[in-house]
């Protein structure tokens, strides 16, 4: 057991929390307010390497181990979730194209993508698929070159400022097997943009539907063979949640950090509120829960690296067990702060309300115990 | 052309600062950055390598040992390869002493275009580019706000009063930048990865042929006597009510030169 990272992984987490919390932090509550988008910081971040982790140098990636990555995003995910959010999702994308596509295809978009001119979402979900992913109604129906989609995509991080779109629809009725991907561009006749959500945070990290309207789509923008769609979707799973419990552990250690500042500072019946024991035990467990979080997303990533089957179960600890004591931890941090914590002087408020999402996307935390549960106890869990 | 940017290794600004029982400042490895003001040298030096094609750029420090980490970081910003020049003999250099030691590896690498940060984040002497200079017997051009190549002439802006001189020196010339002159910018994950296998060389004393007696503790002719925390008394005082506050407001700011 060796409890430390390596030079170079410290020197890119430095790096990044130094980006970071000059560069992003300091907007995050504006972007909040105004619900803004931030694409002008996608190139910043393209040229750190940030936007092509899983892709190899000769298409403009950086190529990061998976506990590099989580390193990246918890310190972005500290100074705005949101930022980290879409950016995971955008990785998740590229990597997917690189990983998947033909040569042609990781040509065509792969670079655009590293580069920061092209982004990229993810659209499986619909009003019926959410935790059922195999459930997608949408339909991709081929037309000599082409196929025709039809149907509508919920819930799709960066609808509508993407680019690039990772799209999952049905091309047989084999279930969970006649599902394809498709990479659809912005602007393609028949795609059009539905009603932007009204969230109660993440507000820097447009989410909206996608509606396909006799959608004409090339069928060398089909990504591996038809009927591969869910398996490619669900391959970036793992990946996906190791991302998604570092982030929940940064806005974690953001909330920690604004309430035990706060503890020192402000004093109650004649002395500092961090003197009374209640506000000490509430820290104290905060930073346990913190701790024990990070531990396991690193250990998760570790072993996704190393190429360990039990690498899928521990992304699913991870996601679940950081995601709770985040969602747990920023609560506590509004209740340090008492009023203050309630408004949006502070960012507590704002933490709490981003983080609730990440114990619901990339697999409800039901669904992770499910996960957890059937690799722990196989058939039996699974109900067969 | 060839372009050195010495840079120190400094403590971060925001590390607890002790001291030995000599006054020398203590180092820790793990509080140990580029000299801020020599980001801004680091990233000149990378963008007249940009412009000017077939430039190299050489990251060249006095320092500890350890402080090869500290030149890895600025050559994730960049440059082609760094020099550390250490040597137990060096401990407890002043300026003279650094300038006379980075004096004597530059005339080792040899350079067209030498570019340093204004001072040290640490010490704030602000005297060992010119002290370079003067041991080079080479033109020094500081505080630079902008600086441009043509030919074999070297051209900077230095902020005045009202406006900015315009000074020139052929090459080889020394510059020292201050911070209006860019914006560094940040290293990338392939910069990192990159830093590790760039080439760096280390220089003892006698590879340079330096006298151990020259240089150091023992050459010293700056002593630190003492350090003491800033301490900061605020002296605040309150005008309360319509009754010629406001005027006295207004003759506090005059005297302060602020209306
Ligand atoms: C901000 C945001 C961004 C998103 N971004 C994307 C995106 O980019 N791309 C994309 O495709 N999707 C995205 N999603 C969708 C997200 O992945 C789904 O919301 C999620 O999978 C849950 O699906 P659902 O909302 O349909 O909930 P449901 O599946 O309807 O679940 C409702 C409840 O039932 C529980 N439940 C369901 N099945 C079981 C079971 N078998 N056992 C126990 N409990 C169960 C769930 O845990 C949950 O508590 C996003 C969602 C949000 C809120």
Redesign the interface.
């Known amino acids: 057991m060796f409890f430390r990272l390596s ?2 992984q410290q ?2 987490r430095d ?1 990044v929390r ?2 970071a919390q000059n560069e992003i932090a300091p907007q995050a509550e504006r972007w909040d307010e105004e619900n803004h988008f931030p694409r002008e910081i996608f190139k ?1 971040l393209a ?4 936007t092509g ?1 899983l892709v190899p ?1 000769e298409l403009g990636g ?1 190529q ?1 181990s998976r506990l ?1 990555g989580a390193l990246i995003y918890e310190e972005i995910g500290k100074a705005d979730m949101s930022t980290a959010v879409w950016l995971s999702v955008h990785n998740m994308v590229t990597g997917l194209i690189n990983k998947f596509g033909d040569e042609e295809q990781r040509l065509r978009w792969v670079p655009g993508m590293t580069g920061g001119d092209l982004l990229g979402a993810f659209c499986l979900s619909e009003a019926h698929a959410g935790s059922d992913a195999a459930n997608v109604r949408a339909t991709a129906i081929r037309d000599g070159d082409d196929y025709i989609l039809n149907g509508t995509k919920f819930w799709v991080t960066s609808a509508g400022v993407a680019d690039i779109y990772a799209v999952m629809a049905r091309t047989s009725d084999a279930g969970g097997h006649g599902i394809s991907t498709f990479i659809v561009e912005k602007d393609t006749p028949g795609f059009s943009i539905g009603k932007r959500e009204r969230k109660m945070g993440l507000h820097a990290s447009p989410t909206g539907e996608l509606i396909f309207e006799q959608c004409r789509v090339p069928a060398k923008n089909r990504l591996g063979e038809e009927g591969d769609g869910l398996k490619i979707a669900l391959s970036s799973l793992d990946g996906g949640r190791i991302n998604i419990g570092a982030i929940s552990t940064g806005v974690a250690q953001a909330a920690f950090e604004v309430a035990t500042r706060y503890a020192g500072e402000r004093s109650a019946f004649g002395q500092p509120i961090g003197a009374f024991e209640g506000i000490q035990f509430m820290l104290a467990d905060m930073a346990m829960k913190i701790e024990a979080g990070r531990l396991l997303v690193y250990e998760a990533a570790f072993k996704m690296d190393e190429g360990e089957p039990a690498a899928s179960m521990h992304a699913a600890m991870a996601k679940c067990f950081a995601s709770d004591i985040a969602m747990q931890v920023t609560t506590d941090a509004v209740q340090v702060l008492g009023g203050a914590g309630y408004v949006r002087d502070w960012p507590v408020e704002r933490y709490m309300r981003d983080v609730k999402v990440a114990q619901i996307f990339e697999g409800t935390n039901q669904i992770q115990r499910l996960v957890i549960a059937r690799a722990l106890l196989g058939e039996l869990a699974a109900g067969k | 052309m060839n372009i050195v940017v010495c840079m120190k290794e400094t403590p971060s600004t925001t590390a607890e600062k002790s001291f030995t029982a000599d006054m020398r400042l203590e180092r820790r490895k793990e509080d140990a950055i580029p000299n801020p003001f020599d980001e801004y040298a680091i990233e000149e030096g990378l963008r007249q390598q940009e412009k000017n094609p077939g430039s190299t750029v050489t990251m060249l420090c006095m320092g500890p040992a350890t402080a090869t980490d500290t030149i890895r970081k600025a050559l994730a910003m960049g440059g082609d390869r760094g020099v550390l020049v250490t040597d137990p003999a060096l401990a407890g250099s002043d300026a003279i002493s650094t300038a006379r030691v980075l004096a004597a590896a530059l005339t080792k690498i040899g350079y067209d275009l030498v570019i340093f940060g204004n001072a040290a984040a640490d010490a704030y002497g602000g005297v060992v580019p010119s002290a370079v200079a003067e041991f080079l017997g080479k033109p020094l051009l500081s505080y630079a706000s902008q600086l441009g190549i043509a030919g074999d002439k070297a051209t900077i802006q230095r902020q005045a009063e009202i406006g900015y001189n315009v000074v020139e020196a052929p090459l080889p010339a020394l510059v020292s930048v201050v911070k209006s002159i860019n914006e560094p910018r940040y290293p990338s994950m392939k910069g990192i990865m990159a830093s590790k296998k760039k080439p760096l060389d280390t220089f003892s004393l006698a590879d340079l042929g330096l006298d151990a007696a020259t240089v150091g503790g023992a050459a010293a002719r700056e002593k630190a006597l003492g350090a003491e925390k800033v301490s900061t008394q605020r002296k605040g005082e309150i005008y309360v009510g319509n009754d010629g506050a406001a005027d006295r407001v207004v003759a506090f700011l005059v005297e302060q030169k602020v209306l």
């Open positions: 030079d170079e020197e890119i790096l130094r980006f910043p040229e750190m390497g940030l982790l140098e950086s990061l590099a």
